[in-house]
């Protein structure tokens, strides 16, 4: 289990290897998607009142782009989502997860 900040669009998860220290830079979260594309992002919500807790999976199958081209959608989300981004844009690959199921659980509807 890998935290991740992430951008949706549409059916399309995506996140980016950026500047946080790592302990590699040879990292096993890139490696297990070349092994095996099939792939989990569990989001939460977590509050100190148990009735607004919530999680949902999306399952899918990831790429790694590392094309500039490809890049620079996902890039453009993840930057308009989190104001560190624009600091300094990532530099690393994106991944790219395609959607396929959702599943989720909320303490009431």
Do not use: C
């Amino acid at each position: 289990m890998v935290p991740i900040t992430f951008a949706l669009d549409e059916t399309v998860l995506y996140f980016a290897i950026d500047h946080k220290p790592k302990m590699s830079s040879n990292l096993r979260r890139l490696g297990n998607i070349r092994e095996n594309d099939r792939v989990s992002v569990v989001a939460d919500h977590y509050d100190e009142n148990w009735s607004a807790l919530w999680w949902v999976r999306a399952d899918g199958r990831a790429q790694l782009w590392e094309d500039d081209r490809r890049r620079a959608t996902p890039l453009d989300l993840l930057i308009e989502k989190y104001p560190q981004y624009r600091e300094q844009t990532p530099a690393g690959p994106v991944v790219a997860i395609a959607i396929h199921s959702l599943t989720g659980w909320s303490f009431s509807d």
